[in-house]
Nanobody, 125 residues
């Protein structure tokens, strides 16, 4: 069984920064991509960013481009999300997700095999 454990969420003020960490553990597992999604109250879960080891690429939602940076460490099966210039619209539960094989669209949550429990990010104005 593969487990994803997120950390780094919290309560911050608008303009502040946070760094989320997601580590995959469990049976032998090598992620081909790991990403972050978020869900705000009353809204559907949405894509935030993905780091692809198989494509050596990074993809971001338009709403976070230029503010968020995703990075990864394949040896540790860990992905990070650095979030700068946070605003109240970024308030949500942030979920880490991982895919262990080939995929077509890393921006779609349907592609992911494993999910973390989520970490709350709250940005006050």
């Amino acid at each position: 069984q593969v487990q994803l454990v997120e950390s780094g969420g919290g309560l911050v003020q608008a303009g502040d920064s946070l760094k989320l960490t997601c580590a995959a553990s469990g049976r032998t597992f090598s992620a081909t991509a790991m990403g972050w999604f978020r869900q705000a109250p009353g809204k559907e879960r949405e894509f935030v960013a993905v780091f692809s080891w198989s494509e050596e690429g990074r993809y971001y939602a338009d709403s976070v481009k230029g503010r968020f940076t995703i990075s990864g460490d394949s040896a540790k099966n860990t992905v990070y999300l650095r979030m700068n210039s946070l605003n109240p619209e970024d308030t949500a539960v942030y979920y880490c997700a991982a895919v262990g094989g080939p995929y077509n669209n890393p921006l779609s949550d349907h592609e992911y095999d494993y999910w973390g429990q989520g970490t709350q990010v709250t940005v006050s104005s």
